[in-house]
């Protein structure tokens, strides 16, 4: 589908769960890679215990991490207006014995193929517009039920071509803390986002910060047995550019597992909900999900809502991740 320059700033605004511009800008940076997560409401600061939520979501649960795995995430971000405006991520996580783990993180966030025109209105082409941004994190423990971690970002972002000045790019910097408490089968996560310098695309009058925010959150295992568990999560998420823009996340998690074998033998189903509340961008609905795992491979889907006056509908997230 080709686009001209207002639709694309249009699409720009509609993406999932990105609020007002004021907020900041690299809408890349605030879509919420992780189907599991995002079919409990879009919450997983305290979850930790996948590959997503060991790096996008949390890096300081990277000190906890025991097994390599690697997830991938896709979603097309404004269904029925625009089929080739796409949201992707992959992320691997790597333990080493002694020292917590590392890994490595991809945000690909394509916004199609634009009409470009020139101040006078005459059409110059073709062009692609698109973020970027490769992601380096890293966990450790410097307690027994403590960690912390960061992660180190480049953003590279295309909404127009580069002669008419519409490329920017900037570094940003993540820092996380993930607190356990086994009696009460208890999880506190905290992750400061996205600081770093602003984006400039035509001079530094007119740079536009990072969505810099932080996410708070709890992650409670209600029910931790064979064969059924029950998780229950929320987290704060409030923006660091602007007192307005705040999300609340809120879900839960049953799941049915059968341990009793080996390898891929073992069988676990599970199904998600939660609530997703942004006054600001006007959304405020269920989400949903649900997930199903065979020995180390496991495939989650999760639903969650739009803007209530964009007439899109709910953005469907596929997962897709493996422990090795």
């Not at 992959?90 to 394509?110: H, M, S």
């Not at 071509?161 to 607190?179: E, H, I, R």
């Not at 708070?216 to 602007?242: M, R, Y």
């Not at 180390?296 to 991740?321: C, E, F, M, T, Y």
């Amino acid at each position: 589908m080709r686009l001209n320059a207002t639709t694309l700033a249009v699409l720009a605004g509609l993406l999932l769960a990105a609020p007002a511009f004021p907020q900041g800008t690299g809408r890349s940076l605030d879509i919420q890679p992780g189907a599991r997560q995002n079919g409990m409401g879009a919450a997983g600061v305290a979850l930790g215990d996948d590959a997503t939520g060991a790096t996008w979501w949390n890096p300081a649960a990277l000190g906890f991490a025991q097994r390599s795995a690697v997830q991938l995430t896709y979603a097309q971000l404004v269904p029925g207006l625009a089929t080739d405006v796409s949201y992707n991520y992959a992320t691997y996580v790597q333990p080493v014995e002694g020292w917590g783990a590392f890994g490595l993180g991809i945000v690909f966030l394509d916004y199609g193929q634009s009409e470009g025109v020139d101040p006078a209105g005459n059409p110059t082409g073709v062009f692609g517009s698109n973020e970027f941004s490769p992601a380096l994190y890293y966990g450790t423990r410097i307690l027994p039920d403590f960690a912390v971690g960061a992660s180190l970002k480049y953003i590279r972002i295309q909404l127009a071509p580069q002669s008419q000045s519409g490329v920017g790019s900037t570094f940003g910097l993540d820092l996380a803390g993930l607190y356990r408490i086994p009696a009460a089968r208890l999880r506190l996560g905290v992750n400061v986002q996205n600081l770093g310098p602003s984006v400039t695309f035509i001079n530094e009058d007119q740079a536009s910060p990072l969505s810099r925010n932080v996410k708070t959150g709890f992650a409670w295992e209600a029910l931790k047995g064979d064969p059924l568990g029950v998780v229950f999560v929320g987290d704060f998420n409030q923006s660091l550019v602007t007192n307005d823009f705040r999300t609340y996340n809120g879900g839960a998690e049953v799941r049915y597992a059968n341990e009793g074998g080996k390898g891929l033998s073992e069988i676990g189903i599970a199904g998600r909900i939660g609530y997703y509340s942004d006054p600001l961008g006007d959304i405020g609905d269920l989400t949903f999900g649900m997930g199903i795992n065979w020995g180390a491979l496991v495939i989650d889907w999760g639903s969650i809502p739009q803007a209530r006056n964009s007439g899109l509908a709910n953005v469907n997230k596929i997962s897709l991740g493996y422990r090795f």
